[in-house]
């Protein structure tokens, strides 16, 4: 694992666990990382990552407009 080393000016309130997470987060929301990945580097389970992203405005899906209208037309075609 490479190590980074952040110059972070005195007025920006974050600690190390926050910066990862966020940076998590972000590599996930990129595509740079796997959900696995990004939650191994943030220190959390896969869980709890996912219930962390939404306050960083990531979503765990990944779909387009038009692959989400495929996708609810698909499940409206299935009866119980």
Do not use: C, W
């Not at 997470?21 to 869980?47: D, F, I, M, V, W």
């Not at 996912?50 to 990531?58: A, C, I, K, P, Q």
Request: hydrophobic share 40%; no cysteine.
């Amino acid at each position: 694992m490479k190590t980074l080393i952040l110059n972070i000016p005195e007025n920006v309130e974050i600690d190390e666990k926050e910066a990862k997470t966020l940076l998590a987060a972000k590599l996930y929301e990129k595509g740079s990382l796997s959900l696995g990945q990004a939650a191994e580097l943030a220190g959390y389970s896969k869980r709890t990552f996912m219930e962390l992203l939404s306050n960083y405005d990531v979503s765990i899906f990944d779909y387009s407009a038009t692959e989400l209208e495929n996708e609810l037309t698909n499940a409206q075609s299935y009866h119980l």
